[in-house]
């Protein structure tokens, strides 16, 4: 079976999509720490990482990417590594 | 739900089908059902607007969620009723694919699916009800939006999880794993309908299943109606797949304002938590939504990218004629409700008002 970056399940894998223009999907069984290293509680199993730097809930993604126009160019890397 | 209260001949003419006690009955009154809805359908002027025919459709699609109190829930698969549906979707998906805007059709794939998605949903709209909520709305609009919402949001996701057994691949995983979020991946107090119940009652509004289906305008019950249609037709899965990916994209910028209006009013998190998680959990579904899900969908199935796209713009369309609803009423200085304002048996203390 092909591994879709999107739909690879399981705990075992952790799989971070770059999803194109927005932020970074996270998949798997995983745990965000804050500098300090205390864990930064996650509120669903699927988490998206803020990689635009303007989110209000940040590590988290706020979906505020779209309103300042947050481009990912060169096109993000969908599974093999540039 | 309890029956629906009468818009017009046809919704009168179905409650009293469905609560007949005398057989003998029956077919007179199934003869007058089929003659008044087919007048009706032949002659209105915008099925999306008529209040009649919607709150005919949103009762009979009710048999297919929670049922309707004192109704036999046989009805739900009675050669009747479903006729009755059918005649009244012909029309509504006709009225639809006539009016809905259709931008330029993306070449099947993930990329180009999401890519067009995107600029879809980007496309500013006009006057927001988000906006206004942050910023302008008095405690009894702040209510009257969470009425108009109940509607859809009381059962939230329902409509499309329909669509689970009729997709396969990357696009049902998607789809299962947007919904088990929605439901709150097991957590009961999680589930975002009852997050939103949560939210009602911290305005003193009741929270019962349908409570306030008779007191919002056609075109609220329009906006939930199309997504039963497109999610109980296996025909429709690309349009259902197209309005969740659209819901979804244009719900984290709006609840955050719609949060921000609540705060505003002086209610406090128990009362937020529904948009501020919505905020966190759509950023997310977003992007599974678009990729996944209605992209994925298309690689599946190449011939459903016109499907894909017309569900999504349906979704803007709809949902931007029931907030123009909202605004129209509000800014004329009037209630957005059917029968004016709120009846005075409801409770109106908010209970999570700090002020
Ligand atoms: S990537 Fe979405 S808000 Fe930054």
């Given at each position: 079976m092909t591994e879709q970056a999107g739909t690879s399940?399981?705990?075992?894998t952790v799989s971070i999509t770059a999803c194109p223009n927005g932020p970074l999907l996270v998949r798997g069984r995983f745990e965000i720490l804050a500098p300090a290293g205390e864990v930064i509680p996650s509120r669903r199993k699927t988490v998206a990482l803020c990689r635009c730097g303007i989110s209000t809930l940040k590590p988290f993604c706020d979906g505020s990417h779209k309103a300042v126009g947050f481009t990912t160019e060169p096109e993000a890397p969908t599974g093999q590594p540039a | 739900m309890k029956l629906p209260g009468d818009r017009g001949p046809v919704s009168s003419a179905l409650g009293a089908l469905l609560t007949n006690p005398e057989p003998a009955a029956e077919p007179d009154l199934i003869r007058i059902l089929r003659d008044t809805a087919a007048r009706a359908i032949r002659d209105t002027d915008d099925i999306l607007l008529d209040e009649d025919l919607q709150s005919a459709l949103y009762a009979a699609y009710e048999l297919r969620y929670g049922g309707l109190t004192g109704v036999d829930d046989a009805w739900e698969w009675n050669a009747d009723v479903l006729a009755l549906c059918a005649a009244i979707e012909s029309r509504f998906e006709q009225a639809l694919r006539d009016r809905v805007p259709m931008p330029p059709l993306p070449a099947p794939g993930v990329d180009t699916v999401a890519a067009a998605l995107f600029e879809l949903t980007g496309a500013d709209t006009g006057p927001s009800v988000s906006r206004y909520l942050a910023k302008k709305a008095t405690d009894e609009q702040a209510r009257e939006f969470l009425i108009h919402r109940s509607v859809y949001q009381l059962k939230e996701a329902d409509p499309h999880s329909w669509a689970i057994p009729r997709l396969r691949g990357r696009a049902k995983a998607a789809l299962v794993e947007i919904q088990a979020d929605e439901y709150g991946g097991g957590r009961l107090a999680h589930m975002h309908s009852e997050l939103f119940a949560r939210t009602m009652r911290g305005l003193g509004?009741?929270?019962?299943?349908?409570?306030?289906v008779d007191m919002v305008p056609a075109i609220v019950l329009a906006s939930s109606n199309m997504m039963t249609m497109f999610g109980t037709q296996r025909r429709l899965r690309g349009a259902i797949a197209g309005h969740l990916a659209a819901f979804e994209m244009t719900s984290s910028l709006p609840n955050r304002q719609y949060g921000n209006g609540f705060r505003r009013l002086g209610y406090d998190q128990s009362v937020t938590f529904y948009f501020d998680e919505h905020v966190e959990a759509d950023a997310v579904h977003e992007q599974i939504a678009a990729r996944d899900l209605a992209g994925g969908l298309t690689e599946d199935e190449p011939g459903l990218v016109e499907d894909v796209v017309f569900g999504a713009s349906a979704c803007l369309f709809v949902d931007s004629l029931a907030g123009a609803a909202l605004l129209t009423a509000w800014t004329a200085g009037e209630s957005a409700l059917r029968g004016g304002t709120l009846e005075p048996t409801v409770a109106l203390e908010p209970a999570g008002a700090l002020s």
């Open positions: 399940g399981g705990d075992a | 509004l009741d929270d019962t299943p349908g409570g306030y």
